[in-house]
């Protein structure tokens, strides 16, 4: 089955600073990747997803790059703010599946 | 419009108990999925139905856990007996569709078990 890697784990960041968090995906057949944010004591929330047939998709201030060659996508965060601190989770759904596979998530904090 | 409630957020008992997990989905969401977050792991899957129907039970752990949606509208998971390692939280999402769609999760259950 599909295998998703999520680096780093932690991740400080000063306001301002960019954040970049990194995921790889083993099966070759997945083809929707999207990424979600979970602040203290609140729901996972969809902040931006992407498709196997785009290579980067932005919305404001967050985007997603994929590599299907490599079987890697990223999120990067730019200007990063204090309401950005959250455990972000990267994920990956495979062919017709509906389920998805979720990496280990990354715990950012954004310093003032 | 409502989102994804799960009942309880919290819940705390000993090994050997029995605990039932409940979620509503959105309403009109035929895709229900209950996942699990054991502390510092991955968002792991546990099943999905699509109505009443399972639709894909691989993930669960062991037949500890039941999973029920009857008359295809909000879920129960039940486990019994509860053990140590069932502790974590317990997410539920629903989706319109199966393929192609939006994920939207609750706000979970925090199971302890003691």
């Known amino acids: 089955g599909e295998n998703v890697e999520q680096h780093p784990s932690t991740l400080s960041v000063q306001e301002g600073d960019s954040a970049v968090i990194k995921c790889t995906y083993s099966d070759s057949a997945s083809n929707y990747f999207p990424w979600y944010k979970q602040e203290l004591g609140k729901r996972p929330q969809l902040i931006i997803d992407i498709r196997s047939n785009v290579g980067e998709k932005k919305d404001q201030r967050i985007a997603v790059t994929l590599n299907k060659t490599a079987k890697h996508f990223s999120l990067h965060i730019t200007e990063t703010q204090p309401e950005d601190s959250a455990v972000y989770f990267c994920?990956?759904?495979?062919?017709?599946?509906?389920?998805?596979?979720f990496g280990t998530g990354t715990r950012l904090q954004v310093t003032l | 419009e409502a989102g994804v409630t799960q009942f309880p957020s919290h819940s705390v008992i000993e090994k050997g108990q029995t605990v039932t997990l409940r979620c509503d989905p959105i309403s009109g969401h035929d895709n229900l999925y209950w996942y699990r977050r054991v502390m510092g792991k991955e968002i792991k899957f546990l099943l999905h139905?699509?109505?009443?129907?399972?639709?894909?039970e691989s993930g669960m752990p062991n037949n500890r856990f039941l999973a029920e949606r009857t008359g295809g509208t909000y879920s129960t998971l039940k486990v019994q007996p509860a053990e140590l390692e069932d502790s974590g939280v317990y997410f539920c999402a629903s989706s319109k569709g199966a393929v192609d769609e939006k994920l939207f999760f609750g706000s979970g259950t925090q199971l302890s078990v003691l």
């Open positions: 139905f699509v109505k009443e129907s399972k639709q894909d």
């Open positions: 994920a990956a759904r495979t062919g017709t599946a509906s389920k998805l596979t």
